[in-house]
Protein backbone atom coordinates (compact mmCIF):
# COMPACT_ATOMS: atom_id res chain seq x y z
CA UNK A 1 0.00 0.00 0.00
CA UNK A 2 1.68 3.38 -0.84
CA UNK A 3 2.38 5.75 1.74
CA UNK A 4 1.16 9.61 1.81
CA UNK A 5 3.14 11.29 -1.02
CA UNK A 6 4.06 14.94 -1.59
CA UNK A 7 4.94 16.78 -4.30
CA UNK A 8 7.09 18.17 -4.77
CA UNK A 9 9.70 17.48 -2.75
CA UNK A 10 11.49 20.37 -2.68
CA UNK A 11 10.52 23.90 -4.03
CA UNK A 12 12.76 26.93 -4.09
CA UNK A 13 10.64 30.76 -5.13
CA UNK A 14 11.29 34.22 -4.32
CA UNK A 15 9.76 36.20 -2.06
CA UNK A 16 6.61 37.66 -3.25
CA UNK A 17 5.76 34.43 -5.48
CA UNK A 18 3.28 31.94 -4.84
CA UNK A 19 3.79 28.04 -4.23
CA UNK A 20 1.45 25.53 -4.11
CA UNK A 21 2.15 21.89 -1.99
CA UNK A 22 0.32 18.91 -2.64
CA UNK A 23 -0.44 15.84 -0.30
CA UNK A 24 -1.98 12.63 -1.36
CA UNK A 25 -3.24 10.88 1.45
CA UNK A 26 -2.95 6.92 2.31
CA UNK A 27 -6.63 5.67 0.18
CA UNK A 28 -9.15 5.67 2.34
CA UNK A 29 -8.03 7.91 5.29
CA UNK A 30 -10.23 10.59 5.83
CA UNK A 31 -8.32 12.69 8.26
CA UNK A 32 -5.64 14.98 6.66
CA UNK A 33 -3.25 17.14 8.02
CA UNK A 34 -0.52 20.09 7.17
CA UNK A 35 2.68 20.71 9.84
CA UNK A 36 5.48 22.51 9.08
CA UNK A 37 8.81 23.17 10.99
CA UNK A 38 10.59 26.20 10.59
CA UNK A 39 14.93 25.74 11.10
CA UNK A 40 14.92 24.69 14.44
CA UNK A 41 12.02 25.22 15.73
CA UNK A 42 9.42 22.13 16.79
CA UNK A 43 6.79 20.79 14.46
CA UNK A 44 3.80 22.73 14.41
CA UNK A 45 0.18 21.83 13.23
CA UNK A 46 -1.33 23.74 10.88
CA UNK A 47 -4.95 22.22 9.78
CA UNK A 48 -6.63 19.33 9.73
CA UNK A 49 -9.21 17.89 6.99
CA UNK A 50 -11.79 15.30 8.19
CA UNK A 51 -12.66 14.51 4.30
CA UNK A 52 -12.99 18.03 2.44
CA UNK A 53 -14.09 19.81 5.77
CA UNK A 54 -11.85 21.93 7.39
CA UNK A 55 -12.08 20.74 11.10
CA UNK A 56 -9.16 23.07 12.88
CA UNK A 57 -7.70 25.67 11.03
CA UNK A 58 -6.09 26.99 14.10
CA UNK A 59 -2.28 26.50 13.00
CA UNK A 60 -2.56 28.22 9.75
CA UNK A 61 -0.23 31.21 10.72
CA UNK A 62 -1.97 34.22 8.15
CA UNK A 63 -4.58 34.57 5.35
CA UNK A 64 -1.37 33.86 2.60
CA UNK A 65 -1.93 30.05 3.45
CA UNK A 66 -4.57 28.62 1.53
CA UNK A 67 -5.84 24.84 2.10
CA UNK A 68 -7.74 22.76 0.21
CA UNK A 69 -9.14 19.25 -0.20
CA UNK A 70 -11.85 19.23 -2.90
CA UNK A 71 -13.85 15.94 -2.81
CA UNK A 72 -11.85 14.84 0.09
CA UNK A 73 -8.85 12.71 -1.08
CA UNK A 74 -5.40 14.98 -2.20
CA UNK A 75 -4.43 18.51 -0.34
CA UNK A 76 -3.10 21.36 -1.77
CA UNK A 77 -1.71 24.05 0.39
CA UNK A 78 -0.82 27.48 -1.27
CA UNK A 79 1.35 30.11 0.06
CA UNK A 80 0.62 33.69 -1.43
CA UNK A 81 2.75 35.84 -1.79
CA UNK A 82 5.49 33.63 0.27
CA UNK A 83 7.67 35.39 2.66
CA UNK A 84 11.16 34.57 3.90
CA UNK A 85 9.59 32.98 7.58
CA UNK A 86 7.70 30.84 5.69
CA UNK A 87 11.25 28.28 4.53
CA UNK A 88 10.54 25.12 6.31
CA UNK A 89 9.69 21.78 5.99
CA UNK A 90 5.96 21.32 5.37
CA UNK A 91 4.47 17.86 5.96
CA UNK A 92 1.41 16.05 5.20
CA UNK A 93 -0.20 13.05 7.72
CA UNK A 94 -3.41 11.07 7.59
CA UNK A 95 -5.07 8.37 9.59
CA UNK A 96 -8.35 6.67 9.01
CA UNK A 97 -10.57 8.18 11.52
CA UNK A 98 -14.12 7.76 12.30
CA UNK A 99 -15.94 11.24 11.87
CA UNK A 100 -14.01 13.82 13.58
CA UNK A 101 -11.03 11.78 13.93
CA UNK A 102 -9.65 10.24 17.23
CA UNK A 103 -7.69 11.93 19.44
CA UNK A 104 -4.86 9.37 19.61
CA UNK A 105 -5.19 7.55 16.32
CA UNK A 106 -1.89 7.01 14.56
CA UNK A 107 -0.81 9.32 12.33
CA UNK A 108 1.11 8.53 8.89
CA UNK A 109 3.38 10.78 7.75
CA UNK A 110 4.28 12.24 4.02
CA UNK A 111 8.37 12.71 3.09
CA UNK A 112 7.69 16.67 3.21
CA UNK A 113 8.27 19.12 1.29
CA UNK A 114 11.31 21.89 1.78
CA UNK A 115 10.41 25.31 1.01
CA UNK A 116 12.88 27.78 0.93
CA UNK A 117 11.79 31.27 -0.19
CA UNK A 118 14.40 33.86 -1.04
CA UNK B 1 -2.25 25.42 26.38
CA UNK B 2 -0.75 22.31 26.18
CA UNK B 3 3.63 22.12 25.60
CA UNK B 4 5.99 19.69 24.68
CA UNK B 5 9.43 20.14 25.65
CA UNK B 6 12.47 17.45 25.01
CA UNK B 7 15.50 19.16 27.04
CA UNK B 8 18.09 17.69 24.92
CA UNK B 9 18.39 18.83 21.02
CA UNK B 10 21.48 16.08 20.65
CA UNK B 11 22.67 13.26 22.82
CA UNK B 12 25.42 10.94 22.15
CA UNK B 13 25.79 7.61 23.77
CA UNK B 14 27.72 4.52 22.85
CA UNK B 15 26.57 1.36 21.60
CA UNK B 16 25.16 -1.39 24.10
CA UNK B 17 25.23 1.70 26.92
CA UNK B 18 21.54 2.66 28.24
CA UNK B 19 19.59 5.82 26.74
CA UNK B 20 16.98 8.19 28.13
CA UNK B 21 15.42 10.52 25.92
CA UNK B 22 13.51 13.17 28.46
CA UNK B 23 9.82 14.13 27.85
CA UNK B 24 7.91 16.41 29.75
CA UNK B 25 4.32 18.13 28.72
CA UNK B 26 2.41 20.73 30.52
CA UNK B 27 -1.45 19.85 30.30
CA UNK B 28 -3.74 19.11 32.83
CA UNK B 29 -6.27 17.01 31.38
CA UNK B 30 -5.98 13.33 29.90
CA UNK B 31 -3.20 13.80 26.85
CA UNK B 32 -2.12 10.64 24.76
CA UNK B 33 0.98 10.49 24.58
CA UNK B 34 3.99 9.51 21.31
CA UNK B 35 7.04 8.79 20.69
CA UNK B 36 8.12 9.50 17.03
CA UNK B 37 11.31 8.65 15.24
CA UNK B 38 12.66 10.23 11.86
CA UNK B 39 15.77 8.22 10.70
CA UNK B 40 18.04 9.28 8.25
CA UNK B 41 16.36 10.05 4.95
CA UNK B 42 13.49 8.54 5.84
CA UNK B 43 9.96 9.84 6.99
CA UNK B 44 8.60 10.52 10.48
CA UNK B 45 7.00 7.04 11.98
CA UNK B 46 5.51 6.60 14.75
CA UNK B 47 7.29 4.40 17.14
CA UNK B 48 5.16 4.32 20.22
CA UNK B 49 2.32 5.39 21.98
CA UNK B 50 1.60 5.44 25.29
CA UNK B 51 -1.55 3.94 25.79
CA UNK B 52 -0.33 0.49 23.59
CA UNK B 53 2.30 -0.22 26.46
CA UNK B 54 4.47 -1.60 23.88
CA UNK B 55 8.19 -1.88 23.30
CA UNK B 56 9.00 -1.37 20.11
CA UNK B 57 12.59 -1.83 18.74
CA UNK B 58 14.13 -2.77 22.50
CA UNK B 59 12.56 0.95 23.37
CA UNK B 60 9.92 1.66 26.45
CA UNK B 61 8.40 5.11 27.57
CA UNK B 62 6.12 5.07 31.34
CA UNK B 63 3.58 7.89 31.72
CA UNK B 64 4.17 9.72 34.62
CA UNK B 65 1.11 11.78 34.99
CA UNK B 66 2.80 13.17 38.59
CA UNK B 67 5.97 14.20 36.65
CA UNK B 68 4.33 15.13 33.36
CA UNK B 69 7.14 13.13 32.18
CA UNK B 70 7.06 10.61 28.87
CA UNK B 71 10.08 9.67 29.04
CA UNK B 72 11.69 6.62 26.17
CA UNK B 73 14.34 4.42 27.46
CA UNK B 74 16.56 1.44 26.12
CA UNK B 75 18.49 -0.42 27.93
CA UNK B 76 21.03 -1.21 25.55
CA UNK B 77 21.36 1.43 22.37
CA UNK B 78 22.52 0.04 19.07
CA UNK B 79 23.72 1.83 16.37
CA UNK B 80 20.70 1.49 13.90
CA UNK B 81 18.79 3.85 16.84
CA UNK B 82 20.52 7.07 15.72
CA UNK B 83 17.76 9.22 14.90
CA UNK B 84 15.87 12.17 15.41
CA UNK B 85 13.02 11.71 18.07
CA UNK B 86 10.28 13.43 18.79
CA UNK B 87 7.97 13.14 21.75
CA UNK B 88 4.37 14.20 20.72
CA UNK B 89 0.89 15.05 22.50
CA UNK B 90 -2.68 14.95 21.44
CA UNK B 91 -6.04 15.85 23.68
CA UNK B 92 -9.25 15.52 23.42
CA UNK B 93 -10.89 18.72 23.74
CA UNK B 94 -8.87 19.54 20.59
CA UNK B 95 -9.02 17.11 18.40
CA UNK B 96 -6.72 14.64 17.14
CA UNK B 97 -3.99 17.21 16.12
CA UNK B 98 -0.46 17.08 17.82
CA UNK B 99 1.51 18.65 19.94
CA UNK B 100 5.61 18.16 19.57
CA UNK B 101 8.30 18.98 20.93
CA UNK B 102 11.73 20.27 19.40
CA UNK B 103 12.93 17.02 19.20
CA UNK B 104 15.89 15.19 20.55
CA UNK B 105 18.74 14.25 17.68
CA UNK B 106 20.58 11.00 18.94
CA UNK B 107 23.93 9.73 18.25
CA UNK B 108 25.09 5.77 19.01
CA UNK B 109 29.06 5.32 18.14
CA UNK B 110 30.50 2.43 17.89
Known amino acids: EAGVTQFPSHSVIEKGQTVTLRCDPI?????LYWYRRVMGKEIKFLLH????????ESGMPNNRFLAERTGGTYSTLKVQPAELEDSGVYFC????????????????FGPGTRLLVL | AQRVTQPEKLLSVFKGAPVELKCNYSYSGSPELFWYVQYSRQRLQLLLR??SRESIKGFTADLNKGETSFHLKKPFAQEEDSAMYYC????????????FGEGTQLTVNP
Open chain 1, 93 to 108: ASSQGVGTGNYGETQY
Open chain 1, 49 to 56: FVKESKQD
Open chain 1, 27 to 31: SGHDN
Open chain 2, 88 to 99: ALSEETSGSRLT
Open chain 2, 50 to 51: HI
